[in-house]
């Protein structure tokens, strides 16, 4: 049974950071240094313990984040490897939800890339600490000092140095502990005397160091000032109390991957970086309410990540507050049901670890909840506590479904329900415009991952196409037209004729329909089969299949039989009296535009700005941030619906987007002919 720690020796930590800055390996050399495992394991050979999945091992690259408990000085770290591929951004929320601290792990030779800046923002965002492990420092260029201006110049923050690199030529020895003075070499951190041809840069590293930590605390900063020496412990003071308040950003460096120096950041995470904070602010009834993250206090737990694995739904938890333990009911307070607690255990990657209870500010597993998804609160019946849920960004790129067979049709709502209810950011849903069933996530990559799961997993099988544009049909102005609907073929016979003056409304004003037919020339009965028929049309479509909006039908006259009018006579009149309207009223194919907002580095500004244009792109504003270029623009979302992927390319996989819907505008002139001759083409082929 593993030990139960009690929260203030508890740091939870979220490894964050560009694609191949070394997180896993990070993650792997703790566990190694602790003892957990008896060899280090390689991301290239695919035995590390926090990319386990198959599709991690084939890929080379973290899918998934994965939980790594490592014990140390009496302390637990928890530390939690969030993929850096930009097409995971999910799996970073969620680990920031868990974690107190963010961990950016930067490659020593590349420095800043995008996914530090886009895992800074989202720990921004998320309120959450922040600090730096600079990796990889035994590569040939490997330069704190350059990754040190790098992070200031990106970010608005005051970084902290908190150790120096020992070089020897092109070799990393190990580091220099800027509080302690003392320098530490080799995996086994053998303690030595800092290189006497380092003095100065040590005295102008820390400085920076024991200002920064002074400015954290006033009392601090007149002890400072009155020129006594900072301790050791008022340094880690005032460290913790910067890092809290996001103003201070401590910089640790090493390499993973030769174990050198991470025993140091380990020290430095148990006594620099704080424990779970004392409070934490929840919602009751729809108000925030504080509670105090205490082992004894009412029991809340976030369900921060949900997976399937070969023991069924794991569901990974974080406690707010009080103490879950096994072998109990709680009550799930979105899903509003009760669910039973088994066996809890700790997770290290796929590993189970036993436990009795998880307190307060620790993280914990269980299986086989039976209504528990991802982004859940878990507490005492009746209590009603919520967490405040994390936000998800939108999905940037569909795919169309098309199961291959009958049996991989009935199987599809189970499976991509399950999937879902794991991912937040990847969503499915019928298009009803185009009645096409689209599966939506952040990236080409997120999805190729989904659809193999579906095969390897569920045993689901699905081909995919590029989603139909869903375009509108409108009319420009007013028009009339008139039908007359008769069969006579022997018994009952058919008759209804109506004539239709068709109006257009303002974007968004949907449909009407009136009538102004005085004198009984069609009896009242009959016109909500008039209706229903115009309506038909309007699903459908007129000119490219799309359906038909802002548009008002008013019936104005028509005639009746006596005998043979009947309900599906005045429907099919309706219907081809629309029609006939409908072609004479300048109608227009209407496409939904994109408001999209792209950050590059300047370099690739004018390659951008260019593409966009080619797009038929509007630039709508442009600004500096920080060295990085951010273009607003609206879009036709028929140009980028593979965006990402050319943006990629076009910027060096340095350039990300976010987009959501602004308005539908007219399609141009010469591209609707081509857009209703591949409806045409496309119908004739089904």
């Known amino acids: 049974m593993a030990k139960v720690y009690q929260t203030e020796h508890i740091r939870n930590i979220a490894l964050l950071g560009h694609s191949g800055s070394g997180k896993t390996s990070l993650a792997e050399a703790m566990l190694f240094n602790t003892g957990a495992i008896n060899r280090l394991g390689k991301v290239e050979e695919g035995n590390t313990v926090t990319d386990f999945d198959d599709e991690e091992i084939r890929r080379t690259i973290s899918i998934n984040s994965a939980v790594a408990p490592v014990e140390w000085k009496d302390h637990k770290i928890n530390v939690i490897d969030a993929p850096g591929y930009l097409d995971f951004v999910g799996e970073v929320i969620s680990s920031l939800s868990a974690a107190d601290v963010a961990v950016l792990v930067l490659d020593g030779a590349s420095g800043v890339e995008v996914g530090t800046m886009l895992a800074w923002k989202r720990a921004e965002?998320?309120?959450?600490?922040?600090?730096?492990?600079?990796?990889?420092?035994?590569?040939?260029?490997?330069?704190?000092?350059?990754?040190?201006?790098?992070?200031?110049?990106?970010?608005?923050?005051?970084?902290?140095?908190?150790?120096?690199?020992?070089?020897?030529?092109?070799?990393?020895?190990?580091?220099?502990?800027?509080?302690?003075?003392?320098?530490?070499?080799?995996?086994?951190?053998?303690?030595?005397?800092?290189?006497?041809?380092?003095?100065?840069?040590?005295?102008?590293?820390?400085?920076?160091?024991?200002?920064?930590?002074?400015?954290?605390?006033?009392?601090?900063?007149?002890?400072?000032?009155?020129?006594?020496?900072?301790?050791?412990?008022?340094?880690?003071?005032?460290?913790?109390?910067?890092?809290?308040?996001?103003?201070?950003?401590?910089?640790?460096?090493?390499?993973?991957?030769?174990?050198?120096?991470?025993?140091?950041?380990?020290?430095?995470?148990?006594?620099?970086?704080?424990?779970?904070?004392?409070?934490?602010?929840?919602?009751?009834?729809?108000?925030?309410?504080?509670?105090?993250?205490?082992?004894?206090?009412?029991?809340?737990?976030?369900?921060?990540?949900?997976?399937?694995?070969?023991?069924?739904?794991?569901?990974?938890?974080?406690?707010?507050?009080?103490?879950?333990?096994?072998?109990?009911?709680?009550?799930?307070?979105?899903?509003?049901?009760?669910?039973?607690?088994?066996?809890?255990?700790?997770?290290?990657?796929?590993?189970?670890?036993?436990?009795?209870?998880?307190?307060?500010?620790?993280?914990?597993?269980?299986?086989?909840?039976?209504?528990?998804?991802?982004?859940?609160?878990?507490?005492?019946?009746?209590?009603?506590?919520?967490?405040?849920?994390?936000?998800?960004?939108?999905?940037?790129?569909?795919?169309?479904?098309?199961?291959?067979?009958?049996s991989d049709t009935a199987k599809l709502g189970p499976t991509i329900q399950r999937l879902t209810a794991a991912d937040p950011t990847l969503n499915a849903r019928t298009e009803t415009r185009t009645h096409e069933y689209l599966l939506e996530g952040m990236g080409e990559t997120h999805i190729d991952v989904a659809v193999r799961r579906m095969a390897d997993k569920y045993g689901l099988n699905i081909d995919t196409s590029i989603p139909k544009v869903p375009y509108q049909e409108t009319i420009t102005k007013t028009a009339s037209g008139r039908y007359r609907h008769k069969k006579q073929t022997g018994g009952a016979g058919q008759f209804g004729e109506i004539e239709l003056r068709l109006e257009p409304l303002e974007r968004g004003g949907d449909f009407e329909f009136k009538s102004e037919i005085f004198g009984g020339a069609v009896s009242s009965v009959f016109l909500p089969s008039v209706e229903k028929g115009i309506k038909q049309v309007m699903a459908q479509g007129v000119l490219a299949g799309s359906p038909i909006v802002d548009i008002r039908a008013i019936a104005v006259d028509g005639k009746e039989h006596p005998v043979d009018s009947k309900d599906i006579a005045f429907q099919i009149a309706g219907r081809e009296a629309f029609k006939i309207a409908f072609m004479a009223a300048s109608p227009v194919l209407l496409e939904p535009v994109m408001e999209i907002r792209v950050t590059i580095p300047e370099a690739y500004t004018g390659d951008v700005m260019g593409d966009l244009t080619t797009k038929r792109g509007q630039v709508q504003g442009m600004e500096q941030l920080k060295g990085d270029t951010v273009i607003t623009a609206l879009v036709p979302l028929a140009e980028i619906q593979r965006y990402g992927t050319e943006l990629r390319s076009i910027t060096q996989g340095r350039g990300v987007y976010e987009q959501k819907l602004s308005h539908y505008q007219s399609v141009p002139s010469h591209l609707v002919q081509k857009i209703i001759d591949e409806h045409k083409k496309a119908k004739e082929e089904s």
Request: aromatic share 8%; net charge negative.
């Open 125 to 406: 965002e998320m309120g959450k600490p922040r600090a730096v492990f600079i990796n990889k420092m035994d590569r040939d260029n490997a330069s704190y000092r350059r990754v040190m201006g790098e992070l200031r110049e990106k970010f608005d923050a005051t970084f902290v140095p908190m150790q120096l690199p020992i070089r020897e030529g092109e070799h990393f020895l190990g580091i220099v502990d800027l509080v302690t003075l003392d320098a530490y070499t080799g995996a086994e951190a053998d303690i030595a005397e800092a290189p006497a041809n380092m003095a100065d840069e040590i005295e102008e590293f820390r400085t920076e160091m024991v200002e920064a930590a002074a400015e954290g605390d006033d009392d601090l900063m007149m002890k400072y000032f009155d020129g006594e020496e900072l301790t050791e412990d008022d340094i880690a003071f005032g460290l913790r109390k910067g890092l809290k308040s996001g103003n201070l950003v401590p910089v640790f460096c090493g390499s993973a991957t030769t174990n050198v120096a991470i025993r140091s950041f380990m020290h430095n995470v148990i006594h620099n970086l704080p424990a779970p904070a004392p409070q934490v602010t929840v919602q009751k009834k729809g108000e925030e309410v504080t509670l105090d993250v205490k082992a004894d206090g009412p029991v809340v737990a976030r369900v921060f990540k949900t997976v399937d694995d070969q023991y069924g739904t794991v569901s990974y938890f974080k406690v707010l507050s009080g103490t879950v333990k096994s072998d109990t009911r709680l009550f799930n307070t979105n899903a509003e049901a009760e669910e039973r607690i088994g066996s809890l255990f700790l997770p290290r990657g796929k590993e189970q670890l036993p436990v009795s209870e998880v307190v307060a500010g620790d993280i914990g597993a269980v299986v086989k909840l039976s209504h528990t998804k991802t982004g859940d609160t878990l507490c005492a019946k009746g209590e009603g506590y919520q967490a405040i849920p994390a936000q998800y960004p939108e999905p940037l790129y569909a795919v169309a479904v098309h199961p291959k067979t009958q």
